[in-house]
């Protein structure tokens, strides 16, 4: 069964850095386009950054300069560093894999992580 673990989370100042990690089993985490996706309090969900099977990133621009994905493929995880930490940056950081749940009738469904949250407070 396909399953994605977030960690890393916690209470860290402005300005401040953590790096999440997201680890993976269940499927070939090396074929996989990855996610980070997250959610601040009230809010709805937002996407962060991607990467893909060429390592190829994507992110949004509230991020530009200040994250940073990468993946192990030998350890089946992902990882985001996260630097310049502000308000802004506090809620929940989901990692997502797209399409890595086969279903019988030959559907790729995308699976997510419980989450890792994130505060940024002084």
């Known amino acids: 069964e396909v399953q994605l673990v977030e960690s890393g989370g916690g209470l860290v100042q402005p300005g401040g850095s953590l790096r999440l990690s997201c680890t993976a089993s269940g499927f070939t985490f090396s074929n996989a386009a990855m996610s980070w996706v997250r959610q601040a309090p009230g809010k709805g969900l937002a996407w962060v950054y991607n990467i893909y099977r060429d390592d190829s990133p994507y992110y949004a621009d509230s991020v530009k300069g200040r994250f940073t994905i990468s993946r192990d493929n030998a350890k089946n995880t992902m990882y985001l560093q996260m630097n310049s930490l502000n308000a802004e940056d506090t809620g929940v950081y989901y990692c997502?894999?797209?399409?890595?749940?086969?279903?019988?009738?030959?559907?790729?469904?995308?699976?997510w992580g419980q989450g890792t949250l994130v505060t940024v407070s002084s």
């Open positions: 997502a894999g797209f399409g890595v749940v086969r279903t019988t009738h030959g559907d790729a469904l995308d699976a």
